[in-house]
């Protein structure tokens, strides 16, 4: 067992109703040796035990790293041929796909329509558990099927136990659509890891709650999604410098945000910021490179255009 680890009571059970059953306990399942008397613990112990077991999450995600980078390398160039970036999942891994779908195009610009997210159950499991729902993995299949994927696209299917029947049906639907396929799984030996492309082993072992795999788990697989899409974003060009100057601005919020950025990256006050902005439609990259090099709307945009939307790239046209 990695250390850092709670000790993980590995004994299997055998079904009351057929005791020659042998039911074999995932190590995301197994109840946690360390803390049999949880629920009598005060409030105190209580939180700082569970606080301190998310610290088992960060481990797991930079044991991941490597993979991970594989991961962006073979995504980026497919992305950047115009494929979707896929998601798929189940429960609380569904849940937290959608979630980092949703967040992309206001942060990166990058258009919904590129990062459609699955979720076993459909939207309204999003807010309310739809029993049963993961268990057909016919269903993933028809789902991820429905999306046309196409071997431009990356399909990222997630799930704790690496089992679940709709992310394995999705995964195969993907894989055998020609799409790079990236699985993420909290058990080693997984089902789902050995289906995919590039297979990503988020190890956290058992829960402080056994069972309960929206606690570690679930932040471990919050940490692997945001760095992977973040870090594909970067290489795409979302970014200048370690600035988030691709954003869409579209409330009071990221107006600010927006001017803020346009002020920093082109070195200027507020008011010229604001003003080069707005003749920008907006968009703070066009503004930084009119601000930098002094060139007019259309130009920057053209010098964009050529860069693939590279800020830095654009700055160096000749």
């Not at 008397?37 to 112990?45: H, P």
């Not at 790293?65 to 189940?90: C, E, H, M, N, S």
């Amino acid at each position: 067992m990695p250390n850092g680890y709670g000790r993980c009571d590995e004994r299997n059970e055998r079904s009351e109703t057929s005791p020659s059953i042998v039911i074999l306990m995932l190590n995301t399942e197994a109840p946690q040796g360390d803390h049999p008397d949880l629920d009598q613990y005060s409030t105190a112990q209580l939180v700082g035990v569970l606080v301190g077991d998310h610290a088992v999450a960060v481990a797991a995600v930079r044991a991941a790293a490597p993979v991970l980078t594989r991961a962006v390398d073979a995504a980026v160039p497919r992305l950047a041929a115009g494929g979707r970036l896929i998601y798929a999942g189940a429960g609380t891994s569904g849940r937290l796909g959608v979630l980092d779908s949703v967040e992309l195009p206001p942060t990166f610009g990058w258009s919904r329509e590129r990062a459609p997210a699955l979720i076993a159950g459909g939207e309204g499991a999003l807010l309310q558990a739809v029993e049963g729902a993961e268990d057909s993995e016919s269903d993933g299949r028809a789902d991820m099927a429905a999306l046309m994927p196409t071997a431009k696209d990356v399909a990222t299917v997630v799930s704790a136990s690496g089992s679940t029947p709709y992310a394995l049906g999705a995964l195969a639907a993907a894989r055998r659509a020609g799409a790079l396929t990236i699985s993420l799984a909290n058990n080693p030996h997984a089902p789902l890891l050995a289906a995919a492309d590039i297979a990503v082993l988020l190890d956290t072992g058992c829960e402080v709650i056994s069972g309960s795999t929206r606690l570690k788990a679930g932040t471990a697989q919050k940490i692997a999604l945001n760095t992977l899409s973040s870090t594909i974003m970067v290489r795409l060009g979302k970014v200048y410098g370690n600035l988030m100057v691709d954003l869409s601005a579209t409330n009071a919020k990221l107006r600010r945000r927006a001017l803020a950025l346009t002020m920093r990256a082109g070195g200027v006050e507020a008011a010229r910021a604001e003003r080069v902005l707005a003749e920008c439609d907006g968009q703070v990259k066009t503004a930084i490179v009119v601000l930098r090099r002094g060139a007019s709307v259309d130009q920057a945009r053209a010098w964009l255009d050529m860069a693939d939307g590279n800020v830095r790239a654009a700055l160096q046209w000749p």
